[in-house]
């Protein structure tokens, strides 16, 4: 399969064209790479060929690396993958250097062919590496284009050269947030930073016009020339040194400890800073197969990447015609559904927003309207373009104006006999193909469905908080949910841009299952007299944006008491959480509801900003003589939420691993490093697992007793993915 074509133009110019086939956007493979190769030692070869534009036959130049590719690199890599996997990394550096070096004199610096970058639209990842390389870049004036090297997001970190050449081109601190944080701009913003070198409104037409105008100083990179210094200095420099004890302290402050893409990114850096340009190239190939070897890399790119992906294009999707959505109603236009509305809006769909009175729907509509104008302020869309969004949402009280809509979300308070209500309010003027769904964290779909005449119709899309900032949604199937249903919320939710699982009605579900036992084994553990703030690291030092004490405080303690006595009154004399309760009714009556009541677990300020712990759960609750060790409460926290993400796929709530990974890692933040539950698991190893369930279970009771798959599986030796992986599934 031919990806790149080179024709030799009558000026002299060759021009180099990207385009995979099949695909909507390029990404590279070690195949395409060797194609690049080849016809880059043709131009240079050519004595006719005075220069080359490298470009795309797309709308955008490249999405980066096929990181398909790369996660099953390791597999390949043959008996010794380490070696594997840096030999096949210096491949791609050696390709990448030759661009740069085009032919010239290493000694004298002259006779090279200068080779340019035409960037039609979005070039992020080795679609950035790869121009980086090239001796100016020419991007298209469009703002909706992005420009970046995101890879530290999925686990990795640039590892084609992208590392050492930004941070020589711009220096370790101006460089920072776009490898240590991922940061993509817009071409303007990227040329502004120094990232390339122009934006034209035709730059393939550009990138011709300087190559047959360079010449040899034109093409010698600064760090091949002699004198060359880093912008802001190196680690020994004075400046230098300041920036990179800094980035040091960053880092830590931000992962702590828990992502190895980071440190080892910051570690290419500084090692690479020290050392001519050619050595700093292999400490970053040695950095990036440490990574690579590393089985969290592996973890973050299935999750994060192939199956988010394979989620959002509908793998799960049930056999069914074109569901999306045209015409959405919204009832309750409290937080919930103010944010649905917004996120509707913006994805071009009408929204009719109801309430019981009109000023109530009219403040829902306002919630859009402010989203927009702090949007303005900061350049992420146009008045144009707010005024259109705001345009699609009715605010009213009158349920008529329902009719046509395909599908309605209910968003009111979480109590059955008035959403059963608003059910049949709303089903009196839908038409009879309309499909309900019910947005709620805790109530069964299923019993919600009886006040329904359509049941087959009906079905539960739960958001996150805030709607519009949350990536997840969580689609609920009831018992008697039809696959047209399903496939309408899954239509819907890609429509909003955002990543589905769909899961089966079960009491909490699947996220909020996994989420109540990590916030209560939180709270259990201020009971029995561990320190809060042991509690609270522990927690971050596991890769979790937030401890379980924090976690229920932004929560509210008042939802965790309402939630606690409903999950008694179904339980009756099961219900496993007494102790937790203790401590959570103590802090309902003590008035400490949490953020909103800037009172809680944590103290706060006037306006609202966490200033510490509480210092009165010490006196309540005393910190035990003998605190424990920290993996002992980060096995008793990782194993609240893994335990029960294998009895939700014991129990068939969860019907795809793929979905238990992704849904956590994207609704609660579980632990993003370990590719969720089930990577988790199988890092850990079936039988290390029933091994610690054993364990905890002895010291800290059934809570942790090992479910029957597990310990199956370690009895056989399998994986999660060995066993329930679609590549299993396939087999």
Same mark, same amino acid.
């Given at each position: 399969?031919?990806?790149?074509?080179?024709?030799?133009?009558?000026?002299?110019?060759?021009?180099?064209?990207?385009?995979?086939?099949?695909?909507?956007?390029?990404?590279?493979?070690?195949?395409?790479?060797?194609?690049?190769?080849?016809?880059?030692?043709?131009?240079?070869?050519?004595?006719?060929?005075?220069?080359?534009?490298?470009?795309?036959?797309?709308?955008?130049?490249?999405?980066?690396?096929?990181?398909?590719?790369?996660?099953?690199?390791?597999? #390949?890599? @043959?008996?010794?993958?380490?070696?594997?996997?840096?030999?096949?990394?210096?491949?791609?550096?050696?390709?990448?250097?030759?661009?740069?070096?085009?032919?010239?004199?290493?000694?004298?610096?002259?006779?090279?062919?200068?080779?340019? &970058? #035409?960037?039609?639209?979005?070039?992020?990842?080795? @679609?950035?590496?790869? !121009?980086?390389?090239?001796?100016?870049?020419?991007?298209?004036?469009?703002?909706?284009?992005?420009?970046?090297?995101?890879?530290?997001?999925?686990?990795?970190?640039?590892?084609?050269?992208?590392?050492?050449?930004?941070?020589? $081109?711009?220096? #370790?601190?101006?460089?920072?947030?776009?490898?240590?944080?991922?940061?993509?701009?817009? !071409?303007?913003?990227?040329?502004?930073?120094?990232?390339?070198?122009?934006?034209?409104?035709?730059?393939?037409?550009?990138?011709?016009?300087?190559?047959?105008?360079?010449?040899? +100083?034109?093409?010698?990179?600064?760090?091949?020339?002699?004198?060359?210094?880093?912008?802001?200095?190196?680690?020994?420099?004075?400046?230098?040194?300041?920036?990179?004890?800094?980035?040091?302290?960053?880092?830590?402050?931000?992962?702590?400890?828990?992502?190895?893409?980071? /440190?080892?990114?910051?570690?290419?850096?500084?090692?690479?800073?020290?050392?001519?340009?050619?050595?700093?190239?292999?400490?970053?190939?040695?950095?990036?197969?440490?990574?690579?070897?590393?089985?969290?890399?592996?973890?973050?790119?299935?999750?994060?990447?192939?199956?988010?992906?394979?989620?959002? /294009?509908?793998?799960?999707?049930?056999?069914?015609?074109?569901?999306?959505?045209?015409?959405?109603?919204?009832?309750? +236009?409290?937080?919930?559904?103010?944010?649905?509305?917004?996120?509707?809006?913006?994805?071009?769909?009408?929204?009719?927003?109801?309430?019981?009175?009109?000023?109530?729907?009219?403040?829902? /509509?306002?919630?859009?309207?402010?989203?927009?104008?702090?949007?303005? $302020?900061?350049?992420?869309?146009?008045?144009?373009?707010?005024?259109?969004?705001?345009?699609?949402?009715?605010?009213?009280?009158?349920?008529?104006?329902?009719?046509?809509?395909?599908?309605?979300?209910?968003?009111?308070?979480?109590?059955?006999?008035?959403?059963?209500?608003?059910?049949?309010?709303?089903?009196?003027?839908?038409?009879?193909?309309?499909?309900?769904?019910?947005?709620?964290?805790?109530?069964?779909?299923?019993?919600?469905?009886?006040?329904?005449?359509?049941?087959?119709?009906?079905?539960?899309?739960?958001?996150?908080?805030?709607?519009?900032?949350?990536?997840?949604?969580?689609?609920?199937?009831?018992?008697?949910?039809?696959?047209?249903?399903?496939?309408?919320?899954?239509?819907?939710?890609?429509?909003?841009?955002?990543?589905?699982?769909?899961?089966?009605?079960?009491?909490?579900?699947?996220?909020?299952?996994?989420?109540?036992?990590?916030?209560?084994?939180?709270?259990?553990?201020?009971?029995?007299?561990?320190?809060?703030?042991?509690?609270?690291?522990?927690?971050?030092?596991?890769?979790?944006?937030?401890?379980?004490?924090?976690?229920?405080?932004?929560?509210?303690?008042?939802?965790?008491? /309402?939630?606690?006595?409903?999950?008694? +009154?179904?339980?009756?004399?099961?219900?496993?959480?007494?102790?937790?309760?203790?401590?959570?009714?103590?802090?309902?009556?003590?008035?400490?509801?949490?953020?909103?009541?800037?009172?809680?677990?944590?103290?706060?300020?006037?306006?609202?900003?966490?200033?510490?712990?509480?210092?009165?759960?010490?006196?309540?609750?005393? !910190?035990?003589?003998?605190?424990?060790?920290?993996?002992?409460?980060?096995?008793?926290?990782?194993?609240?939420?893994?335990?029960? #993400?294998?009895?939700?796929?014991?129990?068939?709530?969860?019907?795809?691993?793929?979905?238990?990974?992704?849904?956590?890692?994207?609704?609660?933040?579980?632990?993003?490093?370990?590719?969720?539950?089930?990577?988790?698991?199988?890092?850990?190893?079936?039988?290390?697992?029933?091994?610690?369930?054993?364990?905890?279970?002895?010291?800290?009771?059934?809570?942790?007793?090992?479910?029957?798959?597990?310990?199956?599986? &370690?009895?056989?030796?399998?994986?999660?993915?060995?066993?329930?992986?679609?590549?299993?599934?396939?087999?």
């Amino acid at each position: 399969m031919t990806e790149f074509t080179m024709d030799k133009g009558a000026d002299g110019v060759a021009v180099i064209t990207w385009d995979v086939p099949g695909r909507s956007m390029n990404v590279l493979s070690f195949e395409a790479l060797e194609e690049l190769d080849r016809l880059i030692d043709d131009a240079l070869a050519d004595d006719a060929v005075k220069g080359v534009v490298i470009t795309s036959g797309k709308k955008d130049f490249a999405g980066g690396m096929d990181l398909k590719v790369l996660a099953r690199m390791r597999d #390949a890599a @043959g008996d010794d993958p380490a070696q594997g996997l840096f030999d096949g990394i210096m491949r791609m550096h050696q390709a990448l250097r030759k661009i740069e070096r085009a032919g010239m004199d290493p000694k004298t610096l002259k006779g090279g062919k200068p080779i340019a &970058a #035409a960037l039609p639209g979005t070039a992020v990842g080795i @679609g950035l590496e790869i !121009p980086l390389a090239t001796h100016r870049i020419f991007a298209a004036d469009n703002p909706k284009a992005k420009i970046g090297l995101p890879e530290i997001k999925v686990g990795i970190f640039p590892g084609a050269g992208g590392t050492t050449r930004l941070v020589r $081109k711009l220096g #370790a601190m101006a460089a920072s947030p776009y490898l240590l944080e991922g940061k993509t701009v817009d !071409p303007a913003k990227a040329k502004s930073a120094g990232i390339i070198d122009a934006v034209a409104d035709n730059p393939l037409a550009a990138a011709k016009e300087w190559v047959l105008g360079a010449g040899d +100083a034109d093409i010698v990179k600064p760090w091949d020339a002699k004198g060359y210094k880093m912008p802001g200095g190196t680690p020994y420099h004075p400046s230098g040194f300041m920036t990179f004890v800094g980035a040091s302290t960053m880092v830590n402050a931000q992962t702590h400890g828990a992502f190895p893409a980071a /440190k080892a990114l910051l570690s290419a850096v500084y090692e690479g800073a020290l050392v001519p340009f050619d050595t700093a190239l292999r400490i970053e190939a040695r950095w990036f197969t440490h990574i690579l070897m590393n089985p969290s890399s592996a973890a973050m790119i299935r999750s994060l990447f192939v199956n988010k992906e394979a989620l959002e /294009k509908g793998a799960n999707r049930p056999e069914a015609p074109d569901q999306r959505v045209r015409k959405l109603g919204v009832l309750g +236009a409290g937080m919930m559904g103010a944010g649905i509305a917004l996120v509707s809006a913006q994805a071009g769909i009408e929204v009719v927003l109801i309430d019981r009175d009109q000023s109530a729907a009219d403040k829902g /509509k306002a919630y859009t309207e402010s989203y927009l104008e702090k949007g303005q $302020k900061r350049g992420k869309t146009t008045p144009e373009t707010a005024a259109e969004t705001l345009a699609r949402i009715t605010p009213t009280t009158d349920y008529a104006a329902l009719q046509g809509c395909d599908l309605v979300i209910e968003a009111v308070f979480e109590d059955p006999k008035i959403k059963a209500e608003v059910t049949r309010a709303a089903e009196a003027h839908l038409p009879e193909d309309a499909i309900f769904a019910t947005n709620t964290s805790t109530l069964p779909i299923s019993d919600l469905a009886k006040a329904s005449a359509r049941p087959e119709q009906f079905i539960g899309i739960h958001f996150f908080s805030p709607v519009e900032k949350m990536l997840l949604v969580e689609i609920i199937k009831g018992r008697e949910t039809g696959d047209r249903a399903v496939a309408k919320a899954l239509d819907y939710v890609r429509q909003i841009r955002k990543t589905p699982i769909a899961v089966n009605d079960a009491r909490f579900f699947y996220a909020n299952r996994c989420i109540i036992p990590y916030i209560n084994e939180g709270i259990r553990m201020v009971g029995e007299g561990v320190t809060p703030a042991l509690i609270e690291n522990a927690a971050r030092q596991l890769g979790f944006p937030v401890g379980p004490l924090q976690l229920v405080d932004e929560t509210s303690i008042d939802l965790g008491v /309402k939630i606690a006595k409903a999950t008694r +009154a179904a339980m009756g004399e099961s219900y496993p959480d007494d102790a937790v309760d203790e401590v959570l009714f103590w802090m309902a009556d003590e008035g400490r509801l949490g953020r909103k009541a800037n009172a809680g677990f944590y103290a706060y300020d006037e306006s609202g900003k966490r200033t510490g712990l509480w210092e009165g759960l010490a006196a309540q609750y005393p !910190p035990a003589e003998a605190q424990p060790e920290l993996t002992e409460v980060q096995h008793r926290l990782m194993f609240a939420q893994v335990l029960e #993400a294998v009895r939700a796929l014991e129990e068939g709530v969860l019907e795809d691993i793929r979905e238990g990974d992704v849904g956590a890692i994207l609704g609660w933040g579980f632990a993003p490093w370990s590719g969720g539950p089930f990577g988790w698991l199988d890092m850990l190893g079936a039988a290390r697992a029933a091994e610690l369930c054993d364990a905890l279970s002895a010291t800290h009771g059934p809570r942790f007793d090992c479910p029957a798959l597990l310990r199956e599986m &370690a009895d056989k030796g399998e994986s999660f993915y060995g066993r329930f992986g679609v590549e299993a599934e396939a087999a």
